[in-house]
């Protein structure tokens, strides 16, 4: 396990602290259940908030940023739960800091992004020293430089890389997984055509979600090999030839009046990275939802006299973005006015926003046996942020606590595939909705 000794400590000689000097761990702590590196983003802060009133009593916490002074400065207003967490030096470009980070710890979390330009030293200390890891990421390059460069590492020392342990992707991924798990229960046979339709939601939007967005947008206009990997279904599979061919399956961009859904539907924004975690989870659990399973993300738009308006506005959008992101001058034009308008990394809603927030999606499928199932997701609180934080720090403490009731395996993995269940029980413990069964059956109109 990692760490031992009495004592940690992370050596600096830069940001607050005079060159020589360390962090040190008190000696009661030799061993350090979760660090959280990033405690003085946006999200870092309410990661650290909610581990501070939701962590049991006994679990060991660190805090981790590139200021002692500043990570103090967030301790301090946490409470007196927080008062005896340790601090850390960490810096992305400090490997050695990184490195001490990692071995000194069980579970890092990691809410330091773009995490395509930030995230890849810290995976490869985490595989390294065999140290569980979980982040928020959004970012489909990132995920598959990560399983491609780092799994390897990670299953030889034991490390469970996690990735996208937020909005993206645990609503999609743990739902998928737990309505594959009560169809096989009634013996319904498998996944094939399953829909996830977004009925609910409200929220703000952060700059850091904004800078990663853009950043993995210019790195696909940039380089057509990347922007083939974006556009590639099963992007995220673990073996790309031993995906079944069930043709193309674009995100949509365009809206319509779907007959088995009953209502309009429209392009949902973080289907582009979703469905890529909830197919790579197929392919991670030996395609448990079937190897006939076809999936798709879609907005829910009502079937009000509105409904179709809002579908070509939403479409329109989609569209008109894609197109002006994707060709390299307007592209560049974009990303520059969105840098100077739009909320900057370490920005998000207020208080108020985050409280009021809230989404609900439901997971309609069909069997191999012609069954028909449909389940609901749903969170209190702005789904990027508050509801977030909880999933993160859920998944983290799942990690950290429950090691023995997981599945056995390692490497760079989806929810799905780390957690199964065990996590899907402590979110509805802490109020997330995960509920389903079979589809009422039609009312037949007289």
Known sequence: MPGSGNSVSIPTSHHGLPPGSFVAMPSSQPDIHIVLYGATGFTGRLVAEYLAES????????????????????????????????IM???????????????????????????????????????????????????????????DRFDAAARASGARIVHSCGFDSIPSDLGVFDLAQRVAADGA?????????????????????????????????????????LRDPYSLSPNRDAEPDLGDQPDSKTSWFDDDLGQWVGPFFMAGINTRVVRRSNALLAYHYGREFRYRELM??????????????????????????????????ATAVASKALPKPGEGPDEETRRKGHFTMQ???????????????????????????????????????????????????????????????RLRRAGMTFDGGPAPEPTQES
């Open 55 to 86: 962590a049991p009593d006994g679990v060991r916490i660190a805090l981790a940023g590139r200021s002692a002074e500043k990570v103090a400065g967030i301790r301090d207003g946490l409470g007196e739960a927080a008062a005896g967490w340790p």
């Open 89 to 147: 030096v960490a810096d992305a470009a400090d490997a050695d800091s990184l490195a001490h980070m990692a071995r000194h710890s069980r579970v890092v979390i990691s809410t330091v992004g773009p995490y395509a330009t930030h995230g890849l030293p810290l995976v490869e200390a985490c595989a390294a020293a065999g140290t569980d890891y979980v982040d928020l990421t959004g970012e489909v390059l990132f995920i598959r430089d990560s399983a």
């Open 189 to 229: 046979g498998s996944l094939q055509d399953t829909t996830l339709l977004v009925t609910k939601m409200r929220g703000g939007i952060s700059g850091g979600t904004l800078a990663s967005g853009m950043a993995e947008m210019s790195a696909a206009r940039a380089d057509p090999a990347r922007k083939a990997v």
């Open 300 to 333: 829910g738009l009502g079937t009000g006299p509105d409904a179709a308006a809002k579908g070509a506005a939403l479409a329109g959008g989609a569209l008109g973005l894609g197109a002006i992101m994707s060709n390299e001058v307007t592209g560049k034009a």
């Open 363 to 425: 997971i309609h499928a069909t069997t191999t046996s012609g069954a028909r199932y449909v389940e609901t997701v749903s969170a209190k609180g702005d789904p990027g942020y508050q509801a977030t934080c909880v999933m993160l720090g859920e998944a983290a403490l799942c990690l950290a606590l429950d090691s023995d009731r997981l599945p056995g395996v390692d490497g760079v993995l989806t929810p799905a595939a780390a957690f199964g269940s065990v996590l899907i029980d």
